[in-house]
């Protein structure tokens, strides 16, 4: 199956500063990259994704990189605000780009003003 | 854009009770789809995928007496909690496949707290 590994699991940065977040992944059949953003009981919200033909995509100050032959990807998140903070989960499909979606452990960031 | 409906999204219930959960397409077909479990300050776990008109595919671990999954429509899911315990005490959260943001939807969860 897949196996997806996320760090770190805490990150804590000044308003301003810039985020990182990596992720590795198993399968070498997933395709879809996706990272969620998920604050306190609510539902994980898709903040950007990417596919593998792709090497990288940005929108504004969210950047997602792919490195499939590595099987790694990151989140970079720039100019942080305080309301970036929450907890960011990275995920990966099993078997290509429409099966089961399984996510990394997380990585709760904590913006400081 | 796709919306998945689920409820209740909250709900209590007493020991050895049943509870369903459901998750509805509104805009969309979902062919497929998926069941997470969530306990606090932890990740989502999948539970179980479930495809329309078949029998769910539980993952290791996972108790399919307890844990009935039903996918009688292409818009409608359903997650029955059987003889709950406090254990089971946790945010569930289904996902659709067949919407937009490249397919994976998710429903607003339920919070469901056994005492």
């Known amino acids: 199956g897949e196996n997806v590994e996320q760090h770190p699991s805490t990150l804590s940065v000044q308003e301003g500063d810039s985020a990182v977040i990596k992720c590795t992944y198993s399968d070498s059949a997933s395709n879809y990259f996706p990272w969620y953003k998920q604050e306190l009981g609510k539902r994980p919200q898709l903040i950007i994704d990417?596919?593998?033909?792709?090497g990288e995509k940005k929108d504004q100050r969210i950047a997602v990189t792919l490195n499939k032959t590595a099987k790694h990807f990151s989140l970079h998140i720039t100019e942080t605000q305080p309301e970036d903070s929450a907890v960011y989960f990275c995920?990966?499909?099993?078997?290509?780009?429409?099966?089961?979606?399984?996510f990394g452990k997380g990585t709760k960031l904590s913006v400081k003003p | 854009g796709a919306v998945v409906s689920q409820h209740p999204s909250w709900v209590i219930c007493k020991s050895g009770t049943s509870v369903k959960i459901e998750c509805r397409s509104l805009d969309f077909q979902a062919t497929t789809m998926f069941w997470y479990r969530q306990f606090p300050k932890q990740s989502l776990m999948l539970m179980a995928t479930s495809n329309e008109g078949s029998k769910a595919t539980y993952e290791q671990g996972v108790e399919k007496d307890k844990f009935l999954i039903n996918h009688a429509s292409l818009t409608l899911s359903t997650l029955t909690v059987t003889s709950a315990h406090p254990e089971d005490s946790s945010f569930y959260i289904c996902?659709?496949?067949?919407?937009?943001?490249?397919?994976?939807?998710f429903g607003s969860g339920t919070r469901l707290t056994v005492v």
């Open positions: 990417i596919r593998s033909n792709v």
């Open positions: 995920a990966a499909p099993y078997g290509g780009s429409q099966g089961n979606l399984i």
């Open positions: 996902s659709a496949l067949g919407g937009s943001n490249y397919g994976y939807t």
